[in-house]
């Protein structure tokens, strides 16, 4: 059964903390990317990475870092630094480079709410 | 930064009646993509037009897209409650697996 899975589903923070967010997708995708969802708000990005042991920070990456060693993984470590981390976090994978006949459709997963005590 | 803006922001019909939501962008792109999100949880691909593409079709969804006003719009037939969900649309461009999300219209469909 392929996917895309994200844990825990709910994670709680004392201020001052960092805290790791796993994901993890068994599709054989390139891509990976993280996303920050505040309430009524849209998805901005915060890390992606395209390619095993690299990654490119995304629009709003202070206070947030990533690894990818291997394929299936991408964990995201909210750290001390970010000062408003509650949030819905969300992970997705993508297929690979954009080309004539492919793009790049993302596959999600079912998100973490961070919530920071 | 965000590119696509939905239109409305909330939407409220009865079971039965079209829903149209629409998204306007930016910059030049080379697709454009709709995802629905059900409450709490993670974002579902809907459907996928390309640039040199007008309009798609797929189930009771139809996507049109006009690149010389660089908008979107996402007509949902036949509207069921289960469709009550957020809708956003992302844009993608160049080669790179970027995509850019609007905020999204909540969708709701009354019984």
């Known amino acids: 059964d392929g996917g895309i899975t994200q844990s825990p589903k709910y994670l709680f923070r004392k201020e001052g903390q960092n805290v790791t967010l796993s994901c993890e997708q068994n599709?054989?995708?390139?891509?990976m990317y993280w996303y920050r969802q505040d309430p009524g708000q849209g998805l901005r990005l915060i890390y992606y990475?395209?390619?095993?042991?690299?990654?490119q920070k995304g629009d709003i990456a202070e206070g947030y870092s990533v690894s990818r060693e291997k394929k299936e993984s991408f964990p995201l470590t909210v750290t001390s630094a970010q000062k408003n981390p509650t949030a819905f976090y969300l992970c997705?994978?993508?297929?690979?480079?954009?080309?004539?006949?492919?793009?790049?459709?993302?596959?999600f997963g079912p998100g973490t709410r961070l919530t920071v005590l | 930064s965000q590119q696509g803006e939905e239109d409305p922001q909330a939407l409220s019909i009865q079971e039965g009646e079209n829903a149209t939501m629409n998204c306007s962008y930016k910059?030049?792109?080379?697709?454009l993509q709709w995802y629905r999100q059900n409450s709490g949880r993670g974002l579902v691909h809907l459907i996928l037009?390309?640039?040199?593409?007008r309009e798609k079709h797929s189930g009771r969804l139809r996507v049109t897209l006009d690149t010389s006003k660089k908008s979107s719009s996402l007509l949902i037939t036949a509207s069921r409650a289960a469709d009550t969900a957020s809708y956003f649309c992302?844009?993608?461009?160049?080669?790179?697996?970027?995509?850019?999300f609007g905020k999204g219209t909540l969708l709701t469909v009354n019984p």
């Open positions: 990475s395209q390619i095993v042991n690299d990654f």
């Open positions: 037009i390309r640039s040199n593409e």
């Open positions: 599709l054989n995708h390139d891509a």
């Open positions: 997705a994978s993508s297929g690979g480079k954009v080309t004539l006949s492919s793009y790049n459709e993302q596959f």
């Open positions: 910059t030049s792109i080379n697709n």
């Open positions: 992302a844009t993608g461009g160049g080669s790179n697996y970027k995509l850019t």
